[in-house]
């Protein structure tokens, strides 16, 4: 993956987690606690739109809502497409710390 796919990637998921969070992501984090608090945040995030996903689900099934078919897929649908995309997120972390742990002195 070159360098310019790599950051056009990590641009959208700064954009996703914005949207996500209705918050403006800071654009340029200066030291590790702003990584930590966008990590978090990013994760509260993701948590916060599952479980607004279940509820609609729920909702849906027990007939208490008006929402549409199509708006529970979509919400249930945001909610996997965000967690995969943190999921994939630890992954390279996880492989960018391996590769530094194995970088010789």
Known sequence: M???E???V???MRA??????NTVAEAKPTNSSDFSTMLS???EAVNK???EASTL?????KGETDASLAEVMVSLQKANLSFQTVLQTRN???DAYKDVMRMSM
Not at 16 to 21: G, I, K, L, T, V
Not at 57 to 61: G, M, N, P
């Open 16 to 21: 996703m987690s914005a949207q996500a969070s």
């Open 2 to 4: 070159s360098n310019m």
């Open 6 to 8: 790599i950051n056009n």
């Open 92 to 94: 390279k972390l996880v």
């Open 41 to 43: 945040q990013s994760i």
């Open 10 to 12: 990590l641009a959208q």
């Open 57 to 61: 689900s729920e909702a849906f099934t």
């Open 49 to 51: 739109t599952q479980q």
